[in-house]
């Protein structure tokens, strides 16, 4: 049986492999230097590339199965989402954009810099794309530092960036990102490609939250508070694979409720036994239950029957 191979990091293989992708045309190398390392019964996943196609190409070498069984009932419900966050993302649009216009006329006046701020993330299937927010922080601050995460007192956030923080009001843009297909409005929150190579060597099945787009809200932001390190990262990994699993329009829905009522102050407890999500307890034993359920699956498919009828490891 063929085994799919998630080549190298981006630090070791991204300028060789734009290099032989432009040289020799497609996947070839990245075929040829598979076999050299895992032997003949191998192709290439190219869902996953950093810069070929405009998708990351990142992590250490994972040897396994396509991770879509961890989807609920093949996923069909993902192509009803799909026309459903871009009619809603239509209206919403229509509905905020003077709150839009107003914030950004704020940010204007009282800072330096342009209103709107761009910035690359990761999306469904590790395709890399670009997110609009409201500028919530002074103008380039990260020149000194580096991609980093926001802490709690970040002293590069605005007075009125505090504010359109604490509303959500920043993140309005995204609703542009749904309408483009770039996002959901529910999903996981779309992660830095700057920081996915490391938590993907930390973290067992952190690239399996990219089955499905990412979102505005989702149901770890309704539950959890933001990051602030890999600690809290795995947490909310806990709950992103929750929902991958429970995928449903009823779960989306109960998120968008509970997503409203954390606008207006509502705090976490509060929202998961008004909309009856699951304790924190039991999503990270899932976690724990799902992880070790992924490599007994990975493990059985990566073993192919020898000529005396003997199943031996691919």
Not at 70 to 86: I, M, N, T
Not at 115 to 144: C, D, N, P, W
Not at 176 to 200: D, K, Q
Not at 201 to 207: D, F, K, L
Request: charged content about 20%.
């Amino acid at each position: 049986m063929n085994r799919v191979v998630w080549l190298g990091r981006v630090s070791t293989w991204q300028s060789w492999v734009n290099r032989a992708a432009t040289r020799r045309g497609g996947e070839q190398p990245f075929l040829e230097a598979a076999q050299r390392i895992h032997g003949a019964a191998v192709h290439i996943d190219l869902h996953h590339p950093s810069t070929v196609n405009g998708r990351l190409l990142s992590g250490p070498a994972l040897v396994g199965a396509d991770p879509e069984f961890l989807l609920p009932h093949g996923s069909g419900y993902l192509l009803a989402k799909d026309v459903l966050d871009r009619l809603f993302a239509f209206l919403m649009l229509l509905v905020t954009s003077p709150l839009i216009l107003m914030a950004m006329a704020l940010v204007k006046l009282t800072s330096r810099g342009p209103a709107l701020y761009s910035q690359t993330r990761v999306g469904r299937h590790g395709r890399l794309f670009t997110l609009y927010k409201i500028r919530s922080m002074i103008v380039e601050s990260e020149s000194l530092t580096g991609a980093c995460w926001s802490m709690p007192g970040d002293q590069r956030v605005t007075r009125v960036g505090n504010w359109l923080r604490q509303s959500h009001i920043d993140e309005l843009p995204q609703l542009w990102n749904v309408l483009m297909g770039h996002m959901s409005l529910v999903g996981p929150r779309p992660e830095r490609p700057e920081f996915v190579p490391a938590l993907e060597q930390t973290i067992p099945h952190y690239r399996d939250r990219l089955l499905v787009r990412p979102g505005i809200t989702g149901f770890a932001q309704v539950q959890l508070p933001p990051d602030t390190g890999l600690d809290s990262v795995r947490t909310k990994l806990a709950y992103d694979l929750h929902y991958v699993q429970a995928l449903g329009f009823w779960f989306d829905v109960r998120i968008c409720w509970a997503t409203a009522f954390k606008m207006i102050g509502a705090s976490f407890r509060p929202l998961a036994r008004l909309f009856r999500f699951p304790e924190r307890s039991v999503v990270e034993d899932r976690y724990k239950r799902l992880a070790e359920e992924v490599r007994r699956k990975r493990s059985s498919q990566n073993r192919v029957p020898r000529p005396d009828g003997v199943a031996c490891s691919a």
